[in-house]
């Protein structure tokens, strides 16, 4: 059974920094390309980051230059590094583990708020 559990989301002010991270057991982790996406309130999903088994990373443009994705193949983990904060990153945060041939599977996700 595949579970994807993200964490470290919590409220934080303008500026600040949160790091998140998600652990997905139950598929090899290493050969799959795992992703950051958001949800705001009355906005749809989108994305926020990737990271592919090579290590190859893909940002919206929103984020760049600010987030930082990295993972720990040894940890079955992604993390979020998340700088520079604006109240427009204010969102849930869901993690994403996706591999060529299977379905995707998603996080429940971790809410963010950027508020002073």
């Known amino acids: 059974q595949v579970q994807v559990v993200e964490s470290g989301g919590g409220l934080v002010q303008p500026g600040g920094s949160l790091r998140l991270s998600c652990v997905a057991s139950?598929?090899?982790?290493?050969?799959?390309?795992m992703g950051w996406y958001r949800q705001a309130p009355g906005k749809e999903r989108e994305l926020v980051a990737t990271?592919?088994?090579?290590?190859?990373?893909n940002y919206a443009d929103s984020v760049k230059g600010r987030f930082t994705i990295s993972r720990d193949n040894a940890k079955n983990t992604v993390y979020l590094q998340m700088n520079s904060l604006k109240p427009e990153d204010t969102a849930v945060y869901y993690c994403?583990?996706?591999?060529?041939?299977?379905?995707?599977?998603w996080g429940q996700g971790t809410q963010v708020t950027v508020s002073s």
């Open positions: 990271i592919a088994s090579g290590g190859n990373t």
């Open positions: 139950g598929r090899p982790f290493s050969s799959g390309v």
């Open positions: 994403k583990s996706a591999r060529s041939g299977y379905r995707d599977y």
